[in-house]
């Protein structure tokens, strides 16, 4: 390990202060005059508390502990050799000996320390991160307080296959937990709460087995499916000196990610053979694209065989304008191919709504359709959350990545199309198109319902967004489940970048955070991020308005304020419905009114810009030119938007 530079030490100068400071209180030598006095019996010492009221100045400590390399530096060169680019965290004393040493000894730079407000918000920022920027951020929490709040996020990212890199605080040694809140905040078995829902944790007890588990780490977060990793960081290996047999021998492993596992070749031409003979295939996206590269791929297939996408909104997998995009049926279709789809047999099914009595389920596919799927899903899977789904009885499963093996599926396809199937692929591609056509000639004449109407239609604010922002570099860095899909209906989604998609586990509070993360990523590239901004998710943890001011993270967030938590509205009614009992009192316990909560002061008090709360649709428009002149400077801005619920 480098020594350091200084001729005294980055922390041997507290040593230094300490001696000099004990020299300043050192007794004189006793004059023979007073060495009869100095016999007799003392009076007592003023306590350290009446020093500092009388003097102004606590008394000089002798025994200050200083060492220049301690264990955490080490866990630093560690941690730097993975190329994180920030750390996103919530202060926690449980990692105060690496934080210093991320600050100080690293310099605060790859990684750059980003401060959060909340756990939660801090694992979501990475998790919105990832999906912009294909790469994965440092987290850290603190102790068992820490991971609770965080645990939630975390579960999001699982579900979401998200790869998310924790390191939490622990005090595992009971000899060095110096108070009842350590004793609190450290656990026998740190990773334990949130196993069930990360792929991998440690908690190493020397720093040679930091240095092996972080790499491991590491490289199984990466390999698909990716998900999160805990490595539990002991304040004992952070803050205790390093000994010179570790100065001698510790080294850092080297790191080599694992390719994506692809298809099996005889597989793949098999379901290469199906896809040809089809006369309706449809394919389903999951989440296929884990890579740009991954949407021109799918395109490819697509093309190929002019088959139409059904996209789950999980990823951008495929541009909205395509002719090809979400103009096929599965219910016509005589081969369905879902590429991670994490629940394939909800797509294949249909079940009893929520407001009628039992559960019955039907197929919606006719008899003898075939089915496929190409996961990695199947790779790795948890006993007690169980996000897979019910079984899917399909006809051909390859357990692999999709994305690695779309290359060879093409290729195979491409060398089975004879002539004649040409013509008939072509054919029905034609249809398609014109089928897509009419969906979308359909959408825009839906949008234009409501258009004057306060409070402000869902398809209004999108097209007011959209009328700003379509001329330039843009991302929209928020899930559109609650606003009817209505910007994937009227905008052109045709780059990675475009869309964030969706939360995983749909754990509320996600949204927020998830879209300054996602912002930090597109501010190296200059991108506009647009963050269409559900008013409860925000409540959850509005402190990361402060983080993005702070950061200067630039963000433009559209409140969809509908003043209520109103899908659980909508199932309260559902409910009051089937028991013949009325739907008037609905609102208890979902509406967020009396009094209602004005964002726009709330975000100016997090040192944000804001306008609104805008009820008349015809102010929106000039409201998001004048914020989107201040994001464009690199500052957040939030408009207040008060919505119809859907």
Same mark, same amino acid.
């Given at each position: 390990m480098a020594k350091s530079k200084s001729s005294v030490g980055r922390r041997g100068f507290l040593k230094g202060a300490a001696a000099g400071a004990a020299a300043?209180? @050192?007794?004189?030598?006793? @004059?023979?005059?007073?060495?009869?006095?100095?016999?007799?019996?003392?009076?007592?010492?003023?306590?350290?508390?009446?020093? @500092?009221?009388?003097?102004?100045?606590?008394? %000089?400590?002798?025994?200050?502990?200083?060492?220049?390399?301690?264990?955490?530096?080490?866990?630093?060169? /560690?941690?730097?050799?993975?190329? *994180?680019?920030? =750390?996103?965290?919530?202060?926690?004393?449980?990692?105060?000996?690496?934080?210093?040493? *991320?600050?100080? !000894?690293?310099? $605060?730079?790859?990684p750059e320390w980003i401060t959060c407000c909340h756990e939660e918000s801090s694992i979501a920022m990475a998790h919105g991160y990832y999906k912009i920027e294909g790469k994965p951020i440092l987290c850290m929490?603190?102790?068992?307080?820490?991971?609770?709040?965080?645990?939630? #996020?975390?579960?999001?990212?699982?579900?979401?296959?998200?790869?998310?890199?924790?390191?939490?605080?622990?005090?595992?040694?009971?000899? *060095?937990?110096?108070?009842?809140?350590?004793?609190?905040?450290?656990?026998?078995?740190?990773?334990?709460m949130v196993r069930d829902y990360t792929k991998w944790d440690d908690s190493p007890v020397s720093l040679g087995h930091f240095a092996e588990?972080?790499?491991? #780490?590491?490289?199984?977060?990466?390999?698909?499916? &990716?998900?999160?990793?805990?490595?539990?960081?002991?304040?004992?290996?952070?803050?205790?000196?390093?000994?010179?047999?570790?100065?001698?021998?510790?080294?850092?492993?080297?790191?080599?990610?694992?390719?994506?596992?692809?298809?099996?070749?005889?597989? /793949?031409?098999?379901?290469?053979?199906?896809?040809?003979?089809?006369?309706?295939?449809? =394919?389903i996206a999951g989440r296929v694209a884990r890579t740009p590269n991954g949407i021109k791929l799918l395109v490819e297939l697509a093309e190929t065989l002019q088959a139409p996408v059904q996209d789950r909104r999980f990823r951008m997998n495929f541009p909205t304008r395509h002719p090809l995009y979400n103009s096929g049926n599965v219910g016509t279709a005589d081969v369905i191919m879902g590429l991670e789809v994490p629940d394939f047999w909800y797509v294949t099914?249909?079940?009893?709504?929520?407001?009628?009595?039992?559960?019955?389920?039907?197929?919606?596919?006719?008899?003898?359709?075939?089915? =496929?799927?190409?996961?990695?899903?199947?790779?790795?899977?948890?006993?007690?959350?169980?996000? *897979?789904?019910? !079984?899917?009885?399909?006809?051909m499963a390859l357990a692999a990545d999709a994305e690695a093996t779309l290359p060879s599926l093409i290729e195979a396809c491409k060398k089975l199309i004879t002539a004649d199937r040409k013509r008939a692929i072509e054919e029905r591609g034609k249809k398609l198109a014109d089928q897509?056509?009419?969906?979308?000639?359909?959408? =825009?004449?839906?949008?234009?319902?409501?258009?004057?109407?306060?409070?402000?239609?869902? %398809?209004?604010?999108?097209?007011?967004?959209?009328?700003?922002?379509?001329?330039?570099?843009?991302?929209?860095?928020?899930d559109l489940t609650f606003v009817s899909w209505w910007p994937q209906r009227l905008w052109q989604f045709d780059k990675p970048y475009h869309f964030i998609g969706g939360h995983g586990a749909y754990g509320i509070g996600y949204g927020a955070p998830a879209a300054v993360g996602a912002a930090l990523a597109n501010k190296k590239h200059g991108r506009i991020s647009v963050n269409i901004q559900c008013d409860g998710d925000l409540n959850y943890a509005p402190g990361v308005l402060w983080t993005a001011a702070h950061h200067r993270i630039p963000l433009l967030s559209i409140m969809h304020n509908n003043r209520a938590y109103h899908q659980e509205q909508m199932f309260?009614?559902?409910? %009051?419905?089937? #028991?013949?009992?009325?739907?008037?009192?609905?609102?208890?316990?979902?509406?967020?009114?009396?009094? $209602?909560?004005?964002?726009?002061? &709330?975000?100016?008090?997090?040192g944000v810009y804001s306008a609104g709360p805008i009820e008349n649709p015809n102010d929106l428009g000039p409201a998001i030119k004048a914020a989107l002149e201040v994001v464009k400077k690199g500052e957040p801005a939030l408009i207040d938007v008060v919505t119809q619920p859907r």
């Open positions: 300043l209180v @050192a007794k004189p030598p006793i @004059a023979k005059g007073q060495q009869a006095q100095a016999q007799r019996p003392a009076a007592p010492l003023p306590s350290a508390t009446q020093v @500092a009221f009388e003097t102004g100045t606590p008394p %000089a400590r002798v025994d200050v502990y200083t060492t220049d390399r301690p264990g955490a530096d080490f866990m630093v060169d /560690v941690l730097k050799t993975l190329n *994180f680019e920030y =750390i996103f965290a919530n202060p926690g004393s449980s990692f105060r000996g690496l934080q210093e040493s *991320f600050i100080n !000894y690293g310099g $605060n730079k790859s929490a603190h102790g068992t307080v820490g991971l609770q709040h965080a645990s939630m #996020a975390i579960y999001n990212a699982y579900a979401d296959r998200v790869p998310v890199y924790l390191i939490l605080g622990n005090e595992q040694e009971i000899a *060095f937990r110096r108070s009842d809140v350590e004793w609190t905040h450290s656990v026998q078995d740190a990773a334990s588990s972080a790499v491991r #780490a590491y490289k199984i977060m990466m390999t698909p499916p &990716m998900e999160p990793v805990v490595i539990c960081a002991n304040g004992q290996l952070q803050e205790e000196p390093m000994s010179a047999e570790d100065r001698r021998t510790l080294r850092i492993p080297k790191l080599v990610v694992p390719s994506p596992p692809a298809g099996d070749p005889a597989a /793949v031409a098999e379901a290469a053979r199906m896809l040809v003979a089809a006369e309706n295939p449809v =394919i099914h249909g079940q009893t709504p929520i407001n009628r009595m039992g559960m019955e389920t039907r197929s919606l596919v006719k008899p003898g359709t075939k089915l =496929i799927t190409i996961s990695a899903g199947d790779l790795f899977s948890r006993s007690n959350y169980q996000d *897979f789904g019910r !079984y899917a009885d399909v006809d897509h056509r009419k969906n979308r000639e359909q959408d =825009i004449e839906m949008a234009a319902a409501g258009w004057d109407a306060s409070p402000v239609t869902t %398809a209004r604010m999108a097209a007011e967004i959209w009328n700003q922002i379509q001329h330039e570099d843009w991302s929209l860095v928020s309260l009614e559902d409910m %009051a419905a089937r #028991a013949q009992r009325g739907i008037e009192n609905a609102h208890i316990g979902t509406a967020i009114k009396d009094p $209602n909560i004005n964002y726009a002061t &709330m975000a100016k008090a997090y």
